[in-house]
């Protein structure tokens, strides 16, 4: 893994957004899993929607306020910064984020105080998370009274795009690591939708993420494997744990000087 370029997990039509499986063992991930069970109750922030744990210090607008990665982590810091290639010195921050099956992320755009590489470690249950371009990369915009009929997301499926830009997905794997910048990072916002099932049909790393031997229990909860194929969804049975890891390149090494 080491010797090998990240460049030869590039996935999708962006030049930038690789998806790397089995990025950990089965071992490496209950490893980081009882290490982030078992911190101290109040490490957990609750939001609406889901909770995290932020290591690394806090991440104010003008730079970080740090406290030291522990160790538990850094060792897998450590290996995308080695792996990637793509950080230009080594990550301090990182967001552990807990999705139960029906929880997800909205779409976004990272803050301005990171570098603009992200690297997402997953853990537990699959999800497809959606990149969606840029609202002002939109060409003509749809009237927005269409946006309360009938058929949700597909409503997507009618805009048109700026250079080329398109939505698409991809499907994150357990133990799987994602990383994207330029482009994906910055003309994108990224999401997860709040439901159960989620369709991979079209991610644009469909074969690699289901090369993976364990793939198989995670789709459809049909015994009939042919319909599986057919609708191409995943159950998110059980919780999914993400790792967000990031560099914010200014530190403030003294509080008062902030
Ligand atoms: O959980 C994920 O995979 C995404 C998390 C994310 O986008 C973030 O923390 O900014
Ligand atoms: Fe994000």
Redesign the pocket.
Known sequence: MEEEKIGNYKVGSLPTLYYIPDFITDSDQSFLLNNIYGAPASKWKLLKNRR?QNWGGVVHEKGLLPQVLPPWLTNFTQKIYDVSGLFSSAINHV?I?E?LPNQG?MP?Q?GPAYFPV?A?L?LGSP?V?DFTPHARLKLDSQDDTDKDSEGGSFEIAKDKWLDGHHPFSIL?MPRSL?IFKDKAYSDYL???RDCAVHCYDGAVNETEALKQNESDRYLSSSEDAGRKEEYKNISRTST?I?L?CRLVPKVHRNLFRF
């Open positions: 995290l967001l984020n999705y992320i976004h990272d992200v997402i997953s999800v998370m994150l994602l990224h999401g997860i999914r993400s967000t």
